[in-house]
């Protein structure tokens, strides 16, 4: 895991750097908008998460989840092309309760806490059709969750999925609506050639309640259409959704991020909340036209 701790101290470097104004990218929301990142820009996004009474049906273990250093990469690789990367540089569970499961998991201090890497995703996205006047904007994301977790840590999966889905984006006066359908393929954490197909569906929307602030809310998740008890090979693979509302703050050079996290299914977090802040830095000129 060297280049997640080189990534660990790269980023506020890059922070710090000579930069531009952050595009309304999607923290601290997970819908993702069909617009792209500007060439030779990379927008850098950087948080901490807390979930309260987060659950993990794969190893039994329910409690209280921190993610710090959640990372959220965009590079502008051409004019309607983007590379991702996301994830969070370490995670820790405090352990309020305990279930038979088909891991047993390694606890610290006395079985009260876990702690571990988090599941990084690498993924591209492309603007297909720009917004006019009466059709919204259409994109495509693809991309993979590499398994970087340990599942005997009692938080991760260590599986490998990959996803694809359809992004569309309109704006009706100041509203931005943007909304994501798609498919993933989650692998059987528990279980040898089996996988899970669920959907991928969000919806989300911006709005300027002031020239620094935004109003910002989503509902996103995964439906599916098996059911994935803890006896089951295709256990924590099922359907999850959450609701956010929050704000975006754009102030001393960086736009500061904070949503209130609402679990909607029963093996969601209760609650929760996600702070973090943007930057947009210019990594190489805009390329001369007369060239």
Do not use: C
């Amino acid at each position: 895991m060297r280049w997640l701790r080189s990534l660990h101290l790269l980023l506020p470097v890059l922070l710090l750097s000579v930069s531009l104004p952050a595009p309304a990218q999607q923290q601290p929301l997970v819908t993702e908008e069909a617009e792209v990142v500007r060439r030779g820009d990379m927008l850098i996004q950087l948080g901490f998460e807390y979930l309260q009474d987060a659950r993990f049906p794969l190893s039994g273990l329910e409690g209280d989840l921190s993610r710090v250093g959640v990372v959220d990469l965009h590079l502008g690789v051409s004019r309607s092309v983007e590379i991702q990367i996301q994830g969070a540089i370490r995670q820790f569970l405090s352990v309020n309760e305990q279930h038979p499961s088909f891991v047993t998991p390694q606890l610290d201090r006395g079985g009260t806490s876990t702690s571990d890497f988090a599941d990084f995703t690498l993924a591209a996205k492309a603007l297909l059709l720009p917004e006019t006047a009466r059709w919204p904007a259409l994109g495509l994301r693809f991309g993979l969750e590499m398994p970087n977790t340990d599942e005997a840590r009692g938080i991760g999966l260590n599986t490998t999925n990959v996803f694809i889905t359809l992004l569309a984006q309109k704006h009706a006066g100041k509203l931005n609506v943007f909304g994501n359908l798609g498919l993933g393929i989650l692998q059987a954490p528990a279980g040898l050639f089996s996988q899970n197909d669920v959907i991928l569906y969000g919806i989300g929307a911006t709005y300027p309640v002031h020239e620094r602030v935004n109003v910002v809310g989503e509902v996103a998740g995964r439906h599916s259409t098996r059911n994935t008890p803890v006896t089951s090979a295709l256990v924590s693979t099922g359907s999850r959704s959450q609701a956010r509302l929050g704000v975006q703050v754009f102030a001393g050079g960086l736009r500061w991020n904070f949503a209130g996290i609402a679990g909607l299914t029963r093996d969601d977090p209760d609650t929760g909340f996600v702070f973090g802040v943007s930057r947009s830095v210019r990594l190489w000129p805009k390329a001369d036209p007369t060239r």
